[in-house]
C-alpha cells in the first residue's frame, strides 16, 4: 500500500514520518529523492535552462531559486513541472511491493498526483508553529517563513482529499498509530 503523507511547509511532516517508520512502516522522502536529482547533471542542466539567474556558472543558488519560486507562482509551476514527475517516477520505482510505505511529499496537488497513491495522510498545523518551524530549521525570518507558508495556499486542497487528518500541535503519536494499524489492517 502506497500512502502519501502531505501537508504545507513547517506542518511537521518529517516528525510525522518518523512516528510511522518507528512503527515499522517504509519510508520515501520525496525531498531526498530531489536532493538525490540534484546531484544529476542532466537534471541541473534541465534547471539551468529554466532558471539560469539562479545560478553562478554551474552552481545553483538553492537560496536564490527558493527565493524565486516562493514569490512568483508562474516560476514555482515552472519549477514544479519540470521536477515532480520525475520525483513521482523515482517514488514508484522504489515502492515495496508488501506491507505499508508512506511518501512524505509535500506538494501533492501541485503534482497532480493523488491518483498514485492509495490513501492520502494531511499534516496540519497552526500557522505560528509552522512559522516558528521554518525560522528554527532553515534559518530565514519570520516575514520569510511566512510567505513560504503564503506560496503554498494551493497545499490546503489536499486537506480536502485526505483519509485523514494530523493535527501536530501537540503529541500525535496515538492519532498516528491509530492510523498505521488501520493501515496494516486493510492493506
Known amino acids: 500500500m502506497l500512502v502519501a503523507l502531505t501537508g504545507g511547509i513547517g506542518s511537521g511532516k518529517s516528525y510525522i514520518m518518523r512516528l510511522f517508520e518507528g512503527l515499522g512502516a517504509k519510508s520515501i522522502y520525496s525531498d531526498k529523492i530531489n536532493a538525490s536529482l540534484l546531484q544529476e547533471k ?24 527558493r527565493n524565486l519560486i516562493f514569490s ?11 521536477s515532480h514527475a520525475k520525483i513521482m517516477q523515482r517514488i514508484k520505482d522504489s515502492v ?6 508512506v511518501c512524505e511529499i509535500p506538494l501533492l496537488s501541485e503534482g497532480n498526483f493523488r ?22 530549521r532553515d534559518g530565514v525570518t519570520e516575514e520569510e517563513a511566512a510567505a ?22 501537540g503529541d500525535p503519536t496515538d492519532e498516528v498509530r491509530r ?3 488501520i493501515l496494516c489492517a486493510t492493506e
Not at 535552462?49 to 539562479?54: G, Q, V
Not at 512568483?72 to 515552472?78: F, N, P, T, V
Open 148 to 169: 513560504a507558508i503564503r506560496a503554498q495556499v494551493t497545499e490546503r486542497e489536499n486537506k480536502n482529499f485526505a483519509d485523514y487528518v494530523i493535527i501536530n500541535d
Open 42 to 65: 542532466s537534471y541541473i542542466i534541465g534547471l539551468k535552462k529554466l532558471f539560469p539567474t539562479c545560478f553562478s556558472g554551474e552552481t545553483l543558488d538553492k537560496h536564490a531559486l
Open 96 to 101: 515495496s511491493k508488501d506491507g505499508v510505505t
Open 115 to 136: 491518483a498514485c497513491f492509495d490513501k492520502i495522510i494531511y499534516v496540519d498545523a497552526p500557522d505560528a508553529a509552522r512559522v516558528r518551524r521554518i525560522c528554527e
Open 179 to 181: 492510523i498505521y494499524d
Open 72 to 82: 512568483s507562482e508562474y516560476d514555482r509551476k515552472k519549477l514544479n513541472e519540470y
